[in-house]
């Protein structure tokens, strides 16, 4: 194979939502770029490719981004071929966007495989639909992390009326709340707290949006979790779907 770089989405966790084309990337890969949420059963399907670790983490200390863009492109014109392999999907929070167009600018082949993002999973873990018909006709994706600290609209997203899944926001759940309900979000409103999406030790803990911060300081909620935050996450709704699945 010609030298090139596959962008690949491992899923959140559980190995056996990895697709088929992931695989296949693994299994062609000469050198495999591995983020530190990728489940390393996955490296299973990497049978000649030599794995290096370059972790990427909140609050954590991190591969620059910087070398990891210098890294791939050192190894492409070796001729080799590289998957970068993110947990998730590399284009939602997962920077896959930017390596794309960086390495595109300097005449590198780009090939984008998606991977379930942990909100998608870890809902659906836990019967809760992020869109039911009656209920919530669309979904949100948001991070509460920036990269220049800067705040979103949460008013909008209070307003908008869609379900709101928020990545990466564990450490400003209590921001998050007075925002919400500042701007005009109901103070009952159900939210969802998912833990370890998809893995043998997810956990969940349900709430609503005016006591969240407290229920997760009690439950002990650490990251990596999602939010959701809508109606479709209250309980009486995870009943109906449950039924569903297994009618």
Not at 92 to 101: H, N, P, Q, T
């Amino acid at each position: 194979m010609n030298a090139k770089v596959w962008l690949v989405g491992a899923g959140p966790g559980d190995p056996e939502l990895l697709t088929l084309k992931a695989v296949r990337a693994l299994r062609e890969a000469d050198v495999v770029l591995i983020d530190d949420l990728v489940n390393p059963a996955v490296l299973e399907h990497c049978t000649n490719a030599r794995v290096v670790t370059v972790g990427k983490r909140g609050g954590c200390r991190s591969t620059p981004q910087d070398f990891i863009h210098r890294l791939m492109l050192r190894y492409t014109r070796q001729g080799k071929c590289v998957v970068r392999l993110k947990g998730g999907d590399p284009c939602i929070f997962g920077r896959g966007g930017e390596e794309a167009m960086w390495l595109r600018e300097r005449g590198v082949e780009v090939e984008l495989v998606n991977g379930i993002t942990a909100g998608l999973a870890g809902a659906t873990n836990c019967a809760v639909p992020l869109t039911l018909r009656g209920v919530s006709r669309g979904v949100t994706l948001v991070t509460a992390h920036t990269q220049d600290d800067s705040s979103l609209n949460w008013r909008a997203l209070a307003e908008g009326g869609t379900t709101l899944v928020v990545y990466m926001g564990v450490a400003k759940l209590e921001e998050i709340c007075q925002q919400l309900l500042d701007g005009g979000m109901a103070a009952d409103m159900p939210v969802a707290m998912i833990e370890n999406a998809s893995l043998p030790q997810q956990r969940e803990c349900r709430s609503a949006l005016w006591r969240m911060h407290e229920d997760a300081q009690a439950f002990a909620l650490k990251s990596p979790a999602i939010l959701v935050i809508g109606r479709v996450a209250a309980p009486g709704q995870a009943a109906c779907l449950a039924q569903a699945v297994s009618a």
